[in-house]
């Protein structure tokens, strides 16, 4: 399986929710440069972030922090969180939660990915799209508060 094209990143499953009784997902992400999800907050889940390849910035609750590979962070439940891949190669990195929220929110608004490669690039979301992807997220315990990171 290639994975999902899920807004302009490749999502690939390493490990399902749906697999244990925790329901742990492990998502592994490819973003271009720039790659920034609006700031948001996942009610049930804590989220933990690897970086795998590249650099990224995170701003967890009113916090700044620089991470490049090899580095680690934890996202408490109910922390507004986002991110940017600062590096210009793109980035790599995992996600793993301890709910799978996260991961059946991006199989609801993916696509399944044509290539093994990042999706083509959509340019700036419309107020229709932006007011689609709040909705979705809020049926998976997820609330987007503010614009992704510049």
Do not use: C
């Amino acid at each position: 399986m290639n994975g999902y094209w899920f807004l302009e990143t490749l999502v690939k499953v390493r490990v399902s929710g749906n697999d244990s009784a925790d329901h742990i997902s492990l998502l592994e992400h490819r973003a271009y440069p720039g790659d920034s999800p609006p700031m948001h907050i996942h009610h049930n889940e804590d989220e933990i972030f690897v970086v795998l390849e590249g650099e990224f910035r995170f701003m967890i609750g009113t916090s700044e922090h620089r991470l490049k590979e090899k580095e680690t962070i934890l996202v408490p439940k109910g922390t507004p969180h986002s991110y940017r891949v600062e590096s210009s190669q793109g980035g790599r990195w995992l996600t793993i939660t301890t709910g799978h929220d996260f991961e059946n929110f991006v199989k609801a608004i993916s696509r399944p990915a044509g290539a093994d490669a990042l999706p083509e690039r959509l340019g700036p979301p419309s107020e229709a799209f932006k007011a689609e992807l709040a909705s979705k997220a809020a049926e998976y315990q997820i609330e987007l508060v503010g614009p992704p990171l510049h």
